[in-house]
RNA sequence: GGGGUCGUAGUUCAGCUGGUUAGAACGCCGGCCUGUCACGCCGGAGGUCGCGAGUUCGAGUCUCGUCGGCCCCGCCA
C-alpha cells in the first residue's frame, strides 16, 4: 500500500525535489502521445502528474487511466517549466516513479467540477459524485468549522452542551410532528422533537444554568430552498438572564461565525420592537440594506382633496407612503406593473407621484396637494413616490414587499452584513382556521409584565418578551425570556383554549417541574444550516447538507422513504388504511 | 391544499403555426500527437422525446391524467 505523504493540493514550490506519495481521484487525463499528464483530486484540491516515455510499463497504464479512477502515485515534485497560473500547485509537478489503480470508476453521469454540469435532480441522486466537487467539499468544510466556532465560543462563555432526547412527546401547539410508534406500547407514540424546548428548561430548573447544543429538529411541513423536514439548531437557554448581556453573548457568537469568512460584524446590532418594525418596514424581518422606509401619510393625505384618499380614510383605511430614491424615471409600463403587483399583494390599488420636469402623477390632485405629500416624505426631483390606500396591514405588507425586492441602485449595499434584533413580539395571534387564539412564539413565552391583565381582558393585545435576530430580511434565530412561574404558564395555556386535561397530559411534568423552585430564564435557537448558507454564499440550504431531502419530501439517492412489511407494521401494532 | 415552471442522446440544451431520416456542444469509444493544463486533430457509437391515455391521415410538438425536479402562496409554536 502506498502511504500518502501529501495532500494534491498542498504541492507547493517549497516542496520541489521531495520524494512524494499522492492518492485521490483521476480528475483529468491529457494523452498528448509520448508524453501523459494526469490531474489527481483530492479533497485540498488537484495537482499535475507527468508521466515520460522512459517509464514505458508506468505510461502504458497511465493511458488506460479514466476520470474517477482512485489512484496512489509516487514521484518526485519539479518544477514547471510553464507555470499554470490558474492552479494553486500550478507551479510544481510531480513526475510519476509509480502509479498505482485502487480502483477503476465507470463513467459517471455527469463530470465533477464546477460549477456542476448537471440538474439537481441528478446531483441529488448521485450525491456522493456531487459532494466530490470542490465547491461541496468547501460547503461541508465550513459547516464543520462553523460548529466548531459555536462550541468553541460557547464553551469558552461557561455553556455546557448537553443532549437532549429525540425520542420525545408530540407537541400539541406548533408544527406537524413526527411520529414514532412505540413497540412496548401498542398504540402509543414518540415525536421527534420540532425543538428540545421543554428538556432545555428543564435543565434550567435542574441548575445547569447555561445550556447549549448544536441539535437536529425535526418538522413536518412542506420544504423550500431554506427549509428541511430535518434542519439543525444552535439551541441555547442561560438562567439569571439579563437581556442586554444575553444579547451581547448572541451578538459575539455573530462575530465569531462570520470572522470565519473574513467578514466583520458592526455591534451592537440595533432593535427594533415588533410594531415599529412593521410600520417602517412592513415586515417582522426588515432588511436594512436598502436606504427608504415606509413613511405614513395618513394625516397628510386627509388634508388634500383627493377624493379616492379621503374615501380610502373615511372607510378607516391609512395611506401609507414609500420614497424610493432614484426611480423617478420608470416608464409608464413599469409602473403599471408595480400597480398590478400590489393588487396581487391584496392592495386595491398604488398609486404614484413624481416632479421631473412638473408634477405628475397618478392621483387627480393640486399641484399643492402633491407638494404636500412630497414634502412628507422628503422627496427630491429624481424620486418616485407609492402610496398606498388601504387597511393598514395591507398596506403595509404590500409597500414592505415592494421595497423588499426593490433592486438596490448600489450594488455595494448588497454585501452589507445589517444585522438587527426584533422584540416585543405579540405574545399571541389569532387563528381564523382554529378560531382561537394561538402562540406567537410558542407557549411558554413570557409577556411583557404590563400586559399581563390583558391576559384576561384582551389577549390579542398583549406583548411577549420574545425576540429574532434578523440579518438581511433573513430570520436566523428567535427567542424568548421565559415563563418561570407556574401560575402564570398556567393562565397563559388558558388564554390559548387548552382544557386542563390537555394541559396536564401535555404540561403536567413541566408544570410540576415549575413549581420545584425554577428560576428565571430565557433563551434563543438559530437555524445553522441557514446560518451556514449565509456563510457559503449559497442560495439553497440543500447546498450546505450532505445528504437532504427534495421539496417534494424524498431522498433522490437512497429512495427514502420506503415501504415496510406486514410484519414490521403488525409488531408495532399498526395497519395500514385502504 | 393551491399556483407557476421544467422533463428530448451519458450530460446541458435546440427542435417554428403538428408533417420526410429528431440536431448541437460536452462526455464516451478508437486512431495520431514529447510540455499539456477546457490539449489539439481525424473517425465512430449513442434516443422508450419521463410514463399512460386521447385528438388527428400523422404527435417530441395539441388535450387530459400521472410521476419527478425547482420556485412561490398556505403551512413552518
Redesign the pocket.
Known amino acids: 500500500m502506498l502511504k500518502r505523504t501529501d495532500y494534491c493540493g498542498e504541492l507547493r514550490a517549497g516542496h520541489e525535489g521531495r520524494e512524494v506519495v499522492l492518492t485521490g481521484w483521476v480528475q483529468?487525463v491529457?494523452?498528448?502521445?509520448?508524453?501523459v499528464?494526469v490531474?489527481v483530486r483530492d479533497r485540498e484540491g488537484l495537482a499535475?502528474v507527468?508521466f515520460?516515455?522512459?517509464r514505458h510499463d508506468l505510461m502504458e497504464e497511465a493511458k488506460r487511466l479514466?476520470?474517477e479512477f482512485v489512484v496512489g502515485i509516487g514521484g518526485t515534485v519539479?518544477r514547471?517549466?510553464?507555470?499554470?497560473p490558474?492552479?494553486p500547485t500550478?507551479e510544481v509537478?510531480v513526475?510519476a516513479s509509480d502509479l498505482r489503480v485502487f480502483a477503476a470508476a465507470k463513467?459517471p453521469?455527469?463530470?465533477i467540477s464546477d460549477p456542476p454540469?448537471?440538474?439537481?435532480?441528478?446531483r441529488?441522486k448521485y450525491r456522493y459524485l456531487d459532494l466530490r466537487r470542490p465547491r461541496m467539499q468547501r460547503n461541508i468544510r465550513l459547516r464543520h468549522e462553523a460548529a466548531l466556532v459555536v462550541r468553541n465560543y460557547m464553551s469558552r462563555n461557561g455553556f455546557l452542551e448537553i443532549e437532549t432526547p429525540i425520542l420525545a412527546n408530540p407537541?400539541p401547539?406548533?408544527?406537524?410532528d413526527f411520529l414514532v410508534p412505540s413497540r412496548f406500547h401498542k398504540g402509543r407514540f414518540y415525536a421527534l422533537?420540532?425543538?428540545p424546548?421543554q428538556f432545555k428548561q428543564t435543565l434550567m430548573v435542574s441548575g445547569f444554568d447555561r445550556y447549549f447544543q448544536i441539535v437536529r429538529c425535526f418538522?413536518d411541513?412542506?420544504?423550500?430552498?431554506?427549509?428541511q423536514l430535518e434542519f439543525t439548531q444552535i439551541d441555547i437557554e442561560t438562567s439569571f438572564i439579563d437581556r442586554d448581556d444575553f444579547f451581547a453573548l448572541n451578538e459575539g457568537l455573530m462575530e465569531a461565525l462570520f470572522a470565519l469568512i473574513g467578514r466583520r460584524v458592526e455591534r451592537p446590532f440595533p432593535r427594533l420592537p415588533y410594531s415599529e418594525s412593521m410600520e417602517r418596514f412592513g415586515t417582522d424581518k426588515p432588511d436594512l440594506r436598502p436606504p427608504f422606509e415606509i413613511r405614513d401619510l395618513t394625516a397628510v393625505a386627509g388634508e388634500t382633496g383627493s377624493e379616492p384618499l379621503r374615501a380610502a380614510l373615511a372607510a378607516g383605511g391609512e395611506i401609507k407612503g414609500l420614497l424610493v430614491p432614484g426611480a423617478g424615471s420608470l416608464s409608464r409600463g413599469q409602473l403599471d406593473k408595480l400597480g398590478e403587483k400590489a393588487r396581487e399583494l391584496g392592495a386595491k390599488g398604488l398609486a404614484w407621484i413624481r416632479r421631473q420636469g412638473g408634477w405628475k402623477s397618478s392621483l387627480k390632485m393640486s399641484d399643492a396637494d402633491l407638494e404636500r405629500i412630497w414634502g412628507a416624505l422628503g422627496g427630491a426631483e429624481v424620486d418616485l413616490a407609492l402610496l398606498i390606500a388601504d387597511r393598514k396591514e395591507t398596506a403595509l405588507k404590500a409597500l414592505g414587499e415592494m421595497r423588499r425586492t426593490w433592486p438596490l441602485e448600489d450594488p455595494s449595499r448588497r454585501d452589507l452584513l445589517k444585522f438587527c434584533w426584533v422584540t416585543d413580539f405579540p405574545l399571541f395571534e389569532w387563528s381564523e382556521?382554529e378560531k382561537r387564539f394561538?402562540?406567537?412564539?410558542?407557549?411558554f413565552?413570557s409577556p411583557v409584565e404590563d400586559d399581563v391583565p390583558l391576559l384576561d381582558t384582551d389577549p390579542g393585545k398583549a406583548r411577549a418578551k420574545a425576540y429574532d435576530m434578523v440579518l438581511n430580511g433573513v430570520e436566523l434565530g428567535g427567542g424568548s425570556i421565559r415563563i418561570h412561574d407556574r401560575t402564570l404558564q398556567r393562565r397563559v395555556f388558558g388564554a390559548l383554549g387548552l382544557t386542563e386535561e390537555e394541559t396536564e397530559g401535555k404540561f403536567g411534568y413541566f408544570l410540576d417541574a415549575l413549581g420545584y423552585g425554577a428560576p428565571p430564564h430565557g433563551g434563543i435557537?438559530f437555524g445553522f444550516d441557514r446560518l451556514v448558507m449565509f456563510l457559503a454564499g449559497e442560495?439553497?440550504i440543500?447546498e450546505v447538507i450532505p445528504f437532504p431531502?427534495?421539496?417534494?419530501?424524498?431522498d433522490?439517492m437512497t429512495g427514502s422513504p420506503s415501504n415496510v412489511g406486514e410484519d414490521q407494521l403488525t409488531e408495532l401494532g399498526l395497519k395500514l388504511k385502504k
Open positions: 483529468r491529457r494523452d498528448i502521445g509520448q508524453l499528464f490531474d499535475q507527468v515520460h516515455a522512459d479514466r476520470p519539479r514547471r517549466a510553464a507555470v499554470n490558474d492552479m500550478g509537478e513526475e463513467v453521469p455527469f463530470v454540469q448537471a440538474s439537481e435532480e441528478l441529488l407537541t401547539e406548533g408544527a406537524r422533537p420540532q425543538s424546548q418538522r411541513e412542506a420544504l423550500r430552498a431554506d427549509r382556521e394561538v402562540s406567537m412564539h410558542h407557549p413565552t435557537a442560495e439553497s440543500r431531502k427534495t421539496t417534494g419530501a424524498l433522490l
